[in-house]
C-alpha cells in the first residue's frame, strides 16, 4: 500500500474555492463590499435598520455588535446583490 499515494488522492477533495469577484455576502464581507456591488447606501440602512457606521466593517462583526441575526441581514443584502447582478 502507497500511502503517500493515499494521502495525495484526498488533498483538497472538501475545499471550497471562493471566486473573490462574486458578488456573495459572507461572514468577511463589508459595507464597503456590497455598496461596491451596487446596493444603494439607503438600501442597507433600510435592511440594518440604522446608518452605516464604518463602511469598512465587517457586516457580521456588526450584526453580532448590535443585537441582531447575520443570517437574516446576509440574505437581504444577497437579494439585493442578485437583483442588480441578474
Known amino acids: 500500500m502507497n500511502i503517500n499515494k493515499d494521502i495525495n488522492t484526498n488533498v483538497g477533495v472538501e475545499q471550497e474555492e471562493y471566486d473573490e469577484s462574486e458578488a456573495m455576502v459572507r461572514g468577511k464581507t463589508t459595507f464597503k463590499d456590497v455598496i461596491d456591488y451596487g446596493v444603494s447606501e439607503d438600501k442597507i440602512d433600510e435592511i440594518i ?38
Not at 439585493?80 to 441578474?86: A, L, P, Q, R, S
Open 49 to 86: 435598520g440604522a446608518s452605516i457606521p464604518n463602511h469598512e466593517m465587517n457586516i457580521r462583526d456588526y450584526c453580532i455588535d448590535n443585537g441582531l441575526s447575520f443570517s437574516t441581514v446576509k440574505s437581504a443584502l444577497q437579494e439585493e446583490v442578485d437583483n442588480i447582478n441578474n
